[in-house]
Structures are given as structure tokens and as C-alpha cells.
């Protein structure tokens, strides 16, 4: 079994930044996907970064340039570094970790962005 918790959403103002934290716990294989998806009040999960246990990243458009995923393999966790933010990135970020054909998500932490 798999845990993934997640923190560090919050409310920001357009143009701050927030830093997500997503800590795996169980049976994780050496090598696997970690990244972060999103969704908005009546829109589909999207993809918003990802992360192989290679270092290898995938970035969705909305975010290149703004958004760094990072994570500390010893540790099992990924981060997720947001600047500038935006209105648009107001979602329910979730953690995920894929492994052996598997998908594990985080309960979802929210991020609103608004003056």
C-alpha cells in the first residue's frame, strides 16, 4: 500500500508563489512517476508536472516557465514550486505516483489565487 500527503496549498495573491510538498510512504518501487495533476470547479484533472525517478520532467504548456517539479528520491518526496501565479491556477492539486501499471493519488490540497 501507498500514502501520499500532501501540503503547502493556500491563497495567494496573482504574481506570489507557493511550494507544494507530496511525502510517499509504503512500497515504492525504484523506478516511478511522481508529479502533480489539478482540477478546477467543473473541469477535468489535468496533468501539470511530472517527474521520473531519472530526473526526466514533462511539463503541461499553462505552466513551463513558472512552475519547477522537483524531488528528493532518499526521501520519496516531490515538490512542486509555483511562481507567478495566476487566477486560472486556482485547482485542487493532487499528488500522484505511478508504478508497476499503478496510480496512487493524494487526498488534494487546495491552491486559490485571488486578491
Known amino acids: 500500500q501507498v500514502q501520499l500527503v500532501e501540503t503547502g496549498g493556500g491563497l495567494v495573491q496573482p504574481g506570489g508563489s507557493l511550494r507544494l510538498s507530496c511525502a510517499a510512504s509504503?512500497?515504492?518501487?525504484?523506478?516511478?512517476?511522481m508529479g502533480w495533476y489539478r482540477q478546477a470547479p467543473g473541469k477535468q484533472r489535468e496533468l501539470v508536472a511530472s517527474?521520473?525517478?531519472?530526473?526526466?520532467?514533462n511539463y503541461a504548456d499553462s505552466v513551463k516557465g513558472r512552475f519547477t517539479i522537483s524531488r528528493d528520491n532518499a526521501k520519496s518526496t516531490v515538490y512542486l514550486q509555483m511562481n507567478s501565479l495566476k487566477p486560472d491556477d486556482t485547482a485542487v492539486y493532487y499528488c500522484?505516483?505511478?508504478?508497476?501499471?499503478?496510480?496512487?493519488w493524494g487526498q488534494g490540497t487546495q491552491v486559490t489565487v485571488s486578491s
Open positions: 500522484n505516483l505511478r508504478q508497476i501499471g499503478r496510480d496512487d
Open positions: 509504503g512500497t515504492i518501487v525504484r523506478f516511478n512517476v
Open positions: 517527474t521520473t525517478s531519472a530526473g526526466s520532467t
